[in-house]
Nanobody, 120 residues
Framework: QVQLVESGGGLVQAGGSLRLSCAAS????????MGWYRQAPGKQRELVAS???????NYVDSVKGRSSISRDNAKKTVYLQMNSLKPEDTAVYYC??????????????WGQGTLVTVSS
């Protein structure tokens, strides 16, 4: 069984910072692109940032310059550093990845989500 476990969410004041982590575990042969999505109340889930296995990154415009995604392939972990947080960053943040299992199956896996609340 393959799973993603997120951590690092919480309550922070506007202007503050948080670092989210997401660790993959299970029978994994290879992890491809890893990403962070978020879903605010009443809104659709949106991609916040993604990073390829080689380290190429992509960000939604609203977080560019304030956030940084990184990964440690040896630890099967992806991070999202968020700075200068705004109340509109409040959402449940989900980790997502496409991977290949040890029995050579392609899977898309989601984490359970971690809540980030930014107070004004």
């Amino acid at each position: 069984q393959v799973q993603l476990v997120e951590s690092g969410g919480g309550l922070v004041q506007a202007g503050g910072s948080l670092r989210l982590s997401c660790a993959a575990s299970g029978s994994i042969f290879r992890i491809n692109t890893m990403g962070w999505y978020r879903q605010a109340p009443g809104k659709q889930r949106e991609l916040v940032a993604s990073i390829t296995r080689g380290g190429s990154t992509n960000y939604v415009d609203s977080v560019k310059g304030r956030s940084s995604i990184s990964r440690d392939n040896a630890k099967k972990t992806v991070y999202l550093q968020m700075n200068s947080l705004k109340p509109e960053d409040t959402a449940v943040y989900y980790c997502n990845t496409g991977l290949i299992t040890t029995d050579i199956r392609d899977l898309e896996v989601w984490g359970q989500g971690t809540l980030v609340t930014v107070s004004s």
